[in-house]
């Protein structure tokens, strides 16, 4: 459960992403949820100086295809990629799958590249819970993922 607002954050501490190139693959599923997510990692990334231009957005069905369209942008030569979806509870198990598949997709894609993947898919129990975190009373979650890109594209630039 979200405690704290997840669009705060010290923005001093953040590195200048001037010179980055990102790539964001958003799903179409739940969009009312995921185009907040986007705007809320754009919105991130454009104040901190990365240029417009190197946002590059693609969009994908689902979640689950969040694996291959990350997999597809690493090739776009960007510094990391942040992947938006959200997952809503219904009354099957296809929610545990989704949400178990995404996340160790981006966990393989995090060890078997050198490109930073952060995971920005929220698996929530019920819509207000994805409301409450894509722009809410809990903040954004895409601001979230843009501060952890920007962070992780400088550790890969310098390390």
């Given at each position: 459960?979200?405690?704290?607002?997840?669009?705060?954050y010290?923005?001093?501490?953040?590195?200048?992403?001037?010179?980055?190139?990102?790539?964001?693959?958003?799903?179409?599923?739940n969009?009312n949820?995921?185009?907040?997510?986007?705007?809320?990692?754009?919105?991130?990334?454009?104040?901190?100086?990365?240029?417009?231009?190197n946002?590059?957005?693609?969009?994908?069905?689902?979640?689950y295809?969040?694996?291959?369209?990350?997999?597809?942008?690493?090739?776009?030569?960007?510094?990391?990629?942040?992947?938006?979806?959200s997952?809503?509870?219904?009354?099957?198990?296809?929610?545990?799958?989704?949400?178990?598949?995404?996340?160790?997709?981006?966990?393989?894609?995090?060890?078997?590249?050198?490109?930073?993947v952060?995971?920005?898919?929220?698996?929530?129990?019920?819509?207000?819970?994805?409301?409450?975190?894509?722009?809410?009373?809990?903040?954004?979650?895409?601001?979230e993922?843009a501060?952890?890109?920007?962070?992780?594209?400088?550790?890969?630039?310098?390390a």
């Amino acid at each position: 459960m979200a405690t704290t607002n997840l669009s705060a954050y010290d923005k001093a501490s953040i590195p200048n992403g001037k010179q980055f190139r990102f790539g964001i693959v958003v799903s179409e599923w739940n969009d009312n949820i995921t185009q907040g997510l986007l705007e809320g990692a754009k919105s991130t990334l454009l104040e901190h100086n990365v240029q417009p231009d190197n946002i590059l957005v693609w969009d994908v069905p689902g979640s689950y295809e969040l694996i291959y369209g990350s997999k597809k942008m690493i090739a776009q030569n960007v510094d990391a990629v942040i992947a938006i979806g959200s997952v809503i509870q219904g009354e099957t198990k296809h929610f545990d799958f989704v949400c178990d598949a995404v996340a160790q997709g981006v966990k393989d894609l995090n060890v078997t590249t050198d490109t930073p993947v952060i995971f920005c898919v929220l698996t929530d129990n019920t819509m207000q819970q994805a409301i409450d975190r894509s722009g809410g009373k809990h903040g954004n979650k895409g601001v979230e993922a843009a501060v952890a890109a920007l962070k992780m594209a400088t550790l890969r630039k310098n390390a």
